[in-house]
């Protein structure tokens, strides 16, 4: 028997050439045959009718050992490989076919693009398996909350300093906001917040972690607890409250699981991104996030809320932003009318009875005196006035009990006694 005589069927395909027999041999009508493998009558026929021509083998398709008529060409697999190397090089297929699409007109699939690099040696990542985690739900509506997170990372590739992504995600939605700062702490989180407010309006909770900057975690000694005092806030904290917004914070970088992902997503894609431009410094990849790349993200993955209500609030007549998010501190008034700040002293010139005034230093540096809503006027003192310097005095003897006291040789005693004997 030569190889040719054989015939390589699958189990589906033998069923259906016995059933396609019986109906040949009239055993069986074609509509009963439609109806037990579940397909038109008009296939049945057609395959009575293959059979019958090419016997057995036509129960097998056609293009059984032979490529797609929808396979590449062997230079498009070429040139696109090629684009590849060239720009993309660490693109994820998903994101260099999206790429393609978008700069170079080139339309493919990325599972085809996926094939190729892992034949080419240049994509081998495979996805983990994770540890079971408890699903959340999402919030129903928009604004209901917003998780916050700094992402520390070489965004910029070692093209410029390292930086960090402050991001908001709301929780409902998807919707993401992010600003680049050079560290994360009270300035930048309350720069990208107060940005954040301006764009979307204030939500009702946010969710972050458990940075010293959002929270304090200073433990209350037993007298505090006893006098029944509260942990003093961080400043970011303070300015939560001042809005009304519930700061929550999350024990575990799962359980804000979103932001989380959205820093993972980031790092891929918005790196990539900021490469394919040559972004170099903090002030052009803000204005990139700005103008570009924030409205094309929330676009293709924003989700819709399950409820429509949008749950952010304008912001109140009568309340200033900058008064909010700023370092408050409150000092005492001196006699003179003069506050230390910093190490530095101010003179202000308003006459008021107050015992204490309270110093706001704006996100920009400049610093404002307040006594209640009055602004006050002041002037910072340059000079301080030299302190007195001590006469340094000799000090006395000490008589010590049950020990002979000897005269220094300056003392009268000696110069009147030497005088004598002269």
């Known amino acids: 028997?030569?190889?040719?005589?054989?015939?390589?069927?699958?189990?589906?395909?033998?069923?259906?050439?016995?059933?396609?027999?019986?109906a040949i041999a009239g055993e069986v009508r074609q509509v009963e045959i439609a109806e037990v493998l579940g397909i038109s009558g008009r296939q049945v026929r057609r395959l009575v009718k293959?059979?019958?021509?090419?016997?057995?083998?036509?129960?097998?398709?056609?293009?059984?050992?032979?490529?797609?008529?929808?396979?590449?060409?062997?230079?498009?697999?070429?040139?696109?490989?090629?684009?590849?190397?060239?720009?993309?090089?660490?693109?994820?297929?998903?994101?260099?076919?999206?790429?393609?699409?978008?700069?170079?007109?080139k339309k493919l699939s990325d599972e085809t693009l996926r094939k190729w690099l892992k034949s080419e040696g240049e994509w081998?990542?495979?996805?983990?398996?994770?540890?079971?985690?408890?699903?959340?739900?999402?919030?129903?509506?928009?604004?209901?909350?917003?998780?916050?997170?700094?992402?520390?990372?070489?965004?910029?590739?070692?093209?410029?300093?390292?930086?960090v992504l402050m991001a908001y995600i709301d929780d409902a939605t998807g919707r993401v906001y992010a600003r680049f700062y050079d560290y994360e702490g009270t300035v930048p989180a309350m720069d990208s917040f107060r940005r954040y407010i301006r764009k979307h309006g204030i939500p009702q909770s946010l969710y972050a972690d458990k940075h010293t900057t959002y929270q304090s975690w200073e433990k209350l000694t037993v007298e505090d607890e006893l006098e029944g005092k509260e942990k003093a806030d961080t400043q970011f904290?303070?300015?939560l409250k001042e809005l009304e917004v519930k700061l929550m914070a999350a024990h575990s970088p799962q359980a804000k699981g979103r932001i989380e992902r959205l820093f993972k997503t980031f790092q891929d894609r918005l790196t990539k991104e900021l490469r394919l431009r040559g972004i170099k410094t903090k002030?052009?990849?803000?204005?990139?996030?700005?103008?570009?790349?924030?409205?094309?993200?929330?676009?293709?993955?924003?989700?819709?809320?399950?409820?429509?209500?949008?749950?952010?609030?304008?912001?109140?007549?009568?309340?200033?932003?900058?008064?909010?998010?700023?370092?408050?501190?409150?000092?005492?008034?001196?006699?003179?009318?003069?506050?230390?700040?910093?190490?530095?002293?101010?003179?202000?010139?308003?006459?008021?009875?107050?015992?204490k005034v309270t110093l706001e230093e704006q996100l920009d540096g400049r610093l404002h005196i307040y006594y209640g809503d009055k602004r006050l006027k002041?002037?910072?003192?340059?000079?301080?006035?030299?302190?007195?310097?001590?006469?340094v005095k000799k000090p006395k003897a000490v008589f010590l009990a049950g020990k002979q006291w000897i005269p220094p040789k300056d003392h009268p005693w000696r110069k009147f006694k030497v005088g004598v004997a002269a």
Not at 1 to 22: G, W
Not at 127 to 155: L, T
Not at 378 to 391: A, C, M
């Open 283 to 355: 002030e052009e990849a803000n204005r990139f996030l700005d103008e570009e790349y924030l409205d094309k993200f929330n676009d293709k993955f924003c989700v819709t809320a399950k409820k429509r209500a949008d749950l952010h609030t304008e912001v109140p007549k009568g309340i200033k932003l900058d008064r909010i998010f700023c370092i408050k501190e409150r000092r005492v008034l001196r006699n003179d009318f003069t506050v230390i700040y910093g190490g530095k002293l101010y003179q202000i010139y308003d006459r008021l009875r107050a015992g």
């Open 1 to 22: 028997m030569t190889s040719e005589d054989i015939i390589i069927m699958s189990r589906k395909e033998l069923k259906r050439l016995h059933l396609v027999k019986k």
């Open 124 to 163: 081998d990542w495979e996805r983990k398996k994770r540890a079971h985690r408890r699903w959340r739900e999402r919030k129903g509506h928009c604004g209901s909350m917003v998780q916050m997170d700094g992402s520390h990372h070489d965004w910029l590739e070692g093209r410029g300093p390292w930086l």
């Open 378 to 391: 002041y002037k910072q003192i340059e000079t301080l006035p030299k302190k007195k310097t001590e006469v």
């Open 50 to 105: 293959r059979v019958g021509e090419e016997g057995d083998t036509g129960i097998v398709h056609g293009l059984r050992g032979k490529g797609s008529n929808r396979k590449y060409e062997e230079g498009f697999k070429r040139e696109i490989l090629g684009i590849y190397r060239n720009k993309y090089e660490g693109f994820g297929p998903v994101f260099a076919c999206e790429k393609l699409i978008e700069n170079e007109g």
């Open 237 to 239: 904290g303070r300015a």
